[in-house]
């Protein structure tokens, strides 16, 4: 399953972005990765297969929500009062394994696809 992130862009401190991840077939759970200048790459979110359970890193909790479509293959991530520190480069993410359930641990994600730039002005 291939899997491309898209609808990144430049935004003011304090906006609003959608990311959206397509994947070329079905997923189980999925997840939001991201990977600033100089920095390693870090877990931001996570969503099981039914959407029943998410989960946020600490650093953007109460701003960003994913979500997903499993009729159309695709997981979002809803990011609000957008923070300058937030400028990654973001990727949508598969686990090592299959698996319905929440996956949370950044060493448990083993495959993603290009990702969409993130870029938040002060």
């Known amino acids: 399953v291939q899997l491309q992130a898209y609808g990144g862009g430049l935004v003011q401190a304090g906006g609003s972005l959608r990311l959206s991840c397509a994947a070329s077939?079905?997923?189980?759970?999925m997840g939001w990765l991201r990977q600033a200048p100089g920095k390693e790459r870090e877990f931001v979110a996570a969503i099981s297969w039914s959407g029943g359970d998410t989960h946020c890193a600490d650093s953007v909790k109460g701003r960003f929500t994913i979500s997903r479509d499993n009729a159309k293959n695709t997981v979002y991530l809803q990011m609000n009062s957008l923070k300058p520190e937030d400028t990654a480069v973001y990727y949508c993410?598969?686990?090592?394994?299959?698996?319905?359930?929440?996956?949370?641990?950044?060493?448990?994600?083993?495959?993603w696809g290009q990702g969409t730039q993130v870029t938040v002005s002060s």
């Open positions: 993410a598969k686990p090592k394994w299959q698996t319905a359930l929440l996956v949370t641990t950044l060493r448990d994600f083993g495959s």
């Open positions: 077939g079905r997923t189980l759970s």
